[in-house]
């Protein structure tokens, strides 16, 4: 909670506007006169054609009364504006919890809580140090836009004592400069190797309980969990005869929902990294679990310099914000057109001078503020497209990725993404010094991400973002896209070898698709031999799958190939191995004006000429060679048995958004492996939903090694399975409908209506389908609000998936649709999730891909296996506390009950009607 200033001699002024909030049947009005009303959708949208209006979250405002645009003053922007860095809910009842406010009793009287959050803002911002007040001043002008721009900028003026005047010339260049004022970085002499000595468990144990603190409740299973991943942190012992190697510690770590298994590893990883001076990897899947990591580590240090030094968060070069971007953002800012840019660019300067890390997925980025104001000027300014300048960059020294991985280097705990972890891992070359220890949180994500990691992707879009990356920006268009040509003319000047590779890579790179490839494709005037290969992709799949006019994304098998496709293929083969070689030429040139130099280069133009070097071969190496062995593949009319080719149509909603060639490895963990086994020492991989249980001990482990890629690392595992503490037969019912048809929408919804309903809110649905989704919300959300309980849709709410979450978690009577993919960004205890529906049993896509997995994994066996397992996971999001109280619902009467061994033992499943369900659910819950 952010503190409340002191009753102020002077009042703040507000805007004399009215101030609105909307249901899905309704919206509540505060008349500038002070007059409450409550009118329908339609005289709203009436009334806000003639004067701006006070809100929140003006999208989704927007959203729900179908209008364009109308001009708002929300208090989202100026929340954004007085506290950058500071987590929020986007709602007033969210705004209100974080400013120490009353909440909205009902919707009705959120109006005047508007009016209050705006009131509580404005007197916050007189609380800025005098010494900034001059900053915020000069930035609200430029996000004014000479009165064009934010409405609030005028009583931004007031509140801190000065008159705005539009008259004054705006100089944005100056006025959200504000990476002047970020510390810069500095080199520090690289770690020593660690020690090797193994924590005792006397250790582990003794740090678990400083981790729980002295009143903590002792839980066996979690001590028993610490004490088996201790043994990751064994030091190796020597080969035995005929190895090269002696195999890496594993253990794969089973351990249920309320065990406790994020301090149970940290205990013994910590007492590791601090016993022998090394770093350990904490790699998750989900950002929340990131998150929760991150502040479990206060516990270990809770001085926050201590935690600073020995702990960092590190995510992917595409997380973070470019100063470089915001500075273009900035310069461009002041003759915008459109007052958007303008707004946005000073809130994220606001934001970056107050950032912890830079992090744009991080916990003190607002989620909701690429919804307000456009991805391209927030989210969008990280460097999503390698386009970095490296020492080159004016703000080099003190970029957010170079001091994230700086840090990283010197940390005792780094947190990462599995993602991060694998690319780091197959681009790592011999000798280069890599972590040793990792644990691997969301192990039951590992395979998915390997799958990910290692594939190829020949299409339209990753085509033309190569081109962008090589090119920049094309035919005069303004852009940041800065392209190969801007970053490496210079250190190539002079150098004639270097000059004309140089130029050949620019010359190769036409060949690639172009900006408007999908336009040149349908009208069939497509462009180059990409775009000639990619056009005959499209001949092939529309004639094999008869769906030309599917709103679904479209696959075909690769073979047999229509007419013309070998032969485009070794013309694009060609093309691209053209582009190969100068690229590969001009590696090896920088490589060797490393080598070759005798103390004549500064450190900035080394580290620029190994940066681009590294560039040139990854894109090389990692992306043109797979597309060349794709298109050979093409040409010889044979596939390599690993790997599982086809062609595919992606589309959303109904519109094509690429479409290519792709190859998958049929078994993408033993690359997951190989990139590992050169530096693994020990590795813990641990989820709740390692095994499937329907299968016996033994199967349940070899399933589970095979999936988290560790049968590749090691013949043999320390297994460990640790049940969950809670009474699930107590604390849950599974409830399984039979009497609704799921191929009926009508019915479907209505199900959904009446156990949302029955619920009083706190419900989460499930979809495997999109449309099916739309159409439960279209039905019942007006129902549903008229008694009181809100309804937030992913695929319908121009709201993110992460910020509907974090909506649906501050409001116990709120309900939450997703698809089924949502699960795993859902951690809400208490009563926010006390229900939980799929509308049907969530089989595996017949895929392409998934046919060849099946076949190779074990048929029926393998759909089953998987679908178990995601029925677990999301069991696993329903309780989370001890005390929590859950009911379970499916509404596919087919659920067979080969999948019940998906769920806790104990807990008993009742197959029942509808009705009755209602009625047992509204008793359970309460």
């Not at 349940?700 to 999936?707: L, M, N, V």
Request: glycine share 8%; charged share 25%; with cysteine.
């Amino acid at each position: 909670m952010i503190p409340r200033l002191s009753a102020q001699a002077r009042p703040i002024l507000l805007p004399a506007v009215p101030a609105l909030a909307v249901n899905p049947r309704h919206a509540a009005l505060l008349t500038a006169e002070g007059e409450l009303q409550t009118v329908p959708h339609e005289q709203a949208r009436l009334f806000l054609h003639k004067q701006p209006v006070l809100l929140c979250h003006g999208p989704y405002t927007r959203q729900k009364l179908g209008l364009e645009n109308f001009s708002t003053f929300d208090v989202l922007e100026l929340f954004a504006f007085v506290h950058p860095a500071i987590f929020c809910t986007p709602t007033p009842a969210g705004l209100c919890k974080i400013l120490g406010l009353p909440g909205p009793e009902s919707f009705e009287d959120t109006p005047l809580v508007l009016m209050d959050i705006a009131r509580a803002l404005l007197s916050d911002i007189r609380k800025a140090p005098a010494d900034s007040q001059g900053e915020l001043l000069e930035i609200a002008r430029i996000m004014g836009l000479q009165g064009k721009g934010w409405p609030w900028a005028p009583f931004v003026f007031d509140a801190l004592g000065e008159i705005y005047d539009p008259a004054v010339p705006l100089n944005s260049k100056t006025a959200l400069n504000v990476w002047k004022s970020l510390p810069e970085w500095a080199e520090e002499a690289p770690e020593p190797p660690p020690s090797h000595f193994p924590p005792t468990d006397g250790e582990t144990q003794d740090r678990l309980r400083k981790l729980l603190g002295e009143n903590a409740e002792e839980r066996p299973e979690q001590k028993e969990y610490a004490r088996n991943i201790a043994a990751a942190f064994a030091p190796l012992s020597p080969p035995a005869q005929g190895e090269e190697a002696h195999p890496p510690h594993i253990v794969l770590a089973e351990a249920g929902t309320g065990v406790g298994k994020t301090l149970g590893y940290l205990a013994p990883a910590s007492v590791w990294a601090e016993k022998n001076k090394g770093t350990v990897w904490i790699s998750t899947f989900t950002r929340n679990l990131q998150r929760q990591i991150d502040q479990e580590l206060t516990r270990l240090y809770p001085d926050p310099v201590l935690k600073d030094l020995h702990t960092a968060v590190r995510k992917g070069r595409e997380n973070y914000l470019c100063l470089l971007n915001l500075e273009d953002s900035a310069n461009a800012a002041g003759l915008a057109h459109t007052p958007p840019q303008a707004v946005a660019a000073g809130l994220m300067a606001r934001w970056a001078g107050a950032t912890r890390d830079g992090d744009l997925t991080g916990a003190d980025f607002p989620g909701w503020l690429p919804g307000l104001l456009g991805y391209a000027h927030t989210a969008g300014l990280a460097d999503r497209r390698g386009e970095c300048l490296y020492s080159a960059c004016d703000h080099y020294r003190k970029c957010f990725v170079e001091r994230s991985v700086r840090k990283a280097a010197h940390a005792r705990i780094v947190v990462a993404n599995h993602a991060l972890v694998m690319i780091g891992a197959a681009l790592s070359g011999p000798g280069e010094t890599m972590p040793a220890r990792y644990v691997f949180d969301e192990g039951h994500h590992l395979f998915n991400t390997a799958d990910s990691a290692f594939s190829a992707h020949l299409t339209a879009r990753e085509t033309q973002d190569l081109r962008r990356w090589i090119l920049g920006a094309e035919g005069g268009r303004r852009s940041r896209a800065r392209g190969l040509k801007r970053r490496a003319e210079d250190l190539a000047v002079g150098d004639e070898p270097a000059e004309r590779a140089l130029r050949l890579i620019v010359e190769g790179a036409t060949c690639l698709a172009s900006e408007n490839w999908g336009r040149r494709l349908k009208e069939n005037i497509p462009d180059g031999p990409a775009e000639k290969f990619l056009a005959l992709v499209y001949r092939q799949v529309t004639a094999r799958t008869r769906g030309r006019e599917s709103s679904y994304s479209l696959e075909t098998e690769v073979f047999p190939l229509i007419g013309e496709m070998p032969e485009q293929a070794a013309s694009f083969r060609k093309a691209l191995q053209k582009l190969r070689k100068p690229m590969k030429d001009l590696a090896a040139i920088f490589r060797e004006r490393l080598i070759a130099d005798q103390g004549f280069l500064d450190s900035d133009t080394r580290g620029r000429l190994d940066a681009v070097s590294g560039a040139l071969t990854r894109r090389a190496d990692m992306v043109l060679q797979p597309w060349i062995s794709m298109l050979e593949s093409l040409e010889k009319n044979a596939i390599a048995p690993e790997v599982v080719q086809w062609m595919e149509i992606e589309k959303i909603d109904g519109r094509t958004q690429d479409l290519g060639l792709y190859r998958h490895h049929i078994d993408p963990m033993k690359l997951f492996a190989d990139s590992l086994r050169p530096h693994v020492h020990g590795m813990a991989v641990t989820s709740a939903t390692l095994r499937d249980s329907a299968q016996n001990e033994e199967q349940g482990w070899e399933s589970a090694e095979r999936a988290s890629g560790t049968a590749w690392l090691s013949p043999e595992s320390l297994r460990l399975a640790v049940n969950s503490p809670f009474d699930y037969a107590a604390q849950t019912k599974i409830l399984v409908i039979n009497d609704v048809r799921k191929d009926d929408p009508a019915q479907v919804a209505a199900a959904y209506g009446a156990l949302f309903a029955a619920s009083g809110g706190g419900a989460l649905g499930l979809f495997t389908s999109i449309a099916r989704l739309r159409a439960v919300q279209e039905t019942i959300a007006l129902p549903l609000e008229e008694q009181g309980i809100h309804l937030y849709s992913q695929h319908v709410d121009d709201i993110d998936a992460g910020t509907l979450v974090d909506m649906f978690r501050e409001d116990e009577n709120s309900c939450l649709l997703g698809t089924d993919a949502v699960r795993d960004g859902v951690d809400v205890p208490g009563r926010s999730l006390r229900l939980m529906v799929f509308d049907r049993v969530p089989w595996p896509r017949p895929t392409i891909l998934h046919k060849a997995r099946r076949e190779a994994f074990g048929g029926r066996g393998y759909d089953e296996m998987l679908t178990r397992l995601k029925l677990k996971q999301a069991f696993a999001r329903l309780i989370r506390r001890g005390t929590d109280r859950g009911v379970f619902v499916m509404l596919d009467s087919m659920l067979p009950s080969r999948l019940y061994p998906a769920f806790p033992e104990g807990v008993e499943i009742h197959k029942t009607g509808l009705a009755e369900a209602v009625s047992i659910l509204r008793d359970f819950l309460k």
